[in-house]
């Protein structure tokens, strides 16, 4: 390997399927901070993330010989983290139904996004107090830029729940906002 050049992920994946470790290291080292923090946005829970990121590697290179770079190798191997995530938050029973609408939140409210600059602690802070089916809805869907359908699918509830909690998180969020006065 020459000095100073940068081998792309495409290569590492190759060398990945002949069993050499040293492309699993590097594999590691850089998709591990991206898919903690997508773990961590889903079960909410340092150890537990830590836990399915390894659970996320072992599951990768056990199955390498399987990736085909019909997408990146990060897609796939994101897509295997945030299935485990799931997987996680389901044995734990966690129920993704509909939630009780706080009464105080009125569907035909006009929430004006425009013009509001909002710090990102405010905003982490709030989405982090929503109740967990909707904080997982939120983070997938923002976050990990799934399609509601596709979070529906993995859920295991229908389309229609998922935009329901998604619009009903988002009036969560921004009514948390407005009373902590981050904007009038």
Do not use: C
Request: aromatic letters at 10%.
């Amino acid at each position: 390997m020459e000095r100073g050049k940068v081998i792309p992920t495409e290569e590492w994946v190759e060398r990945g399927k002949k069993g050499d470790s040293q492309a699993f290291t590097e594999l590691y080292h850089r998709y591990a901070k991206e898919l903690y923090n997508s773990i961590f946005r889903i079960v909410q829970h340092t150890g537990e993330a830590e836990d399915l990121l390894q659970e996320s590697f072992v599951i990768a290179f056990q199955q390498i010989n399987q990736f085909e770079q019909r997408s990146s190798f990060g897609a796939w191997i994101k897509r295997i983290a945030i299935n485990k995530a799931i997987s996680s938050l389901r044995k734990k029973k966690i129920r993704f139904e509909e939630l009780a609408l706080d009464p105080s939140l009125q569907d035909d409210e006009a929430i004006d996004e425009a013009g509001f600059e909002l710090k990102v602690e405010a905003v982490k802070k709030a989405i982090n107090a929503l109740p967990e089916g909707y904080r997982t809805v939120v983070n997938l869907y923002l976050f990990e830029q799934l399609p509601q359908e596709e979070i529906g699918v993995l859920l295991g509830i229908s389309h229609n729940t998922v935009r329901t909690q998604y619009h009903r998180a988002k009036a969560k969020i921004w009514k948390t906002l407005k009373e902590e006065g981050h904007y009038a």
